[in-house]
């Protein structure tokens, strides 16, 4: 079983820059994949990027060139870099982690507001 923990949200204006975190409990190497999804309210809960165990990673369109995701494996960590934010990036943002044929496992989320 893993847990994942997200930190890092806030408020921030719009060009800004935050770090999410995701750490897992156990081991990462147990998840084939680690993704960040987001929900904005009163939308669909969206893919935002995901890392493989391999270190391949793969971005939405809307983030490509701005959000960068990344890995450390000693501290069991998934970062999310974002930068030069979006009022319309605004949305709770969750850790998943892939394990062999779904997500199967999800944090808690972590809630991400840009200003205008």
């Known amino acids: 079983q893993v847990q994942l923990v997200e930190s890092g949200g806030g408020l921030v204006q719009a060009g800004g820059s935050l770090r999410l975190s995701c750490v897992a409990s156990?081991?990462?190497?147990?998840?084939?994949?680690v993704g960040w999804y987001r929900q904005a309210a009163g939308k669909q809960r969206d893919l935002v990027a995901f890392?493989?165990?391999?270190?391949?990673?793969n971005y939405a369109d809307s983030v490509k060139g701005r959000f960068i995701i990344s890995r450390d494996n000693a501290k069991n960590t998934v970062y999310l870099q974002m930068n030069s934010l979006k009022p319309e990036d605004t949305a709770v943002y969750y850790c998943?982690?892939?394990?062999?044929?779904?997500?199967?496992?999800w944090g808690q989320g972590t809630q991400v507001t840009v200003s205008s």
């Open positions: 890392i493989t165990r391999a270190g391949s990673t």
């Open positions: 998943a982690g892939w394990k062999t044929s779904q997500w199967d496992y």
């Open positions: 156990g081991t990462i190497f147990l998840l084939n994949r």
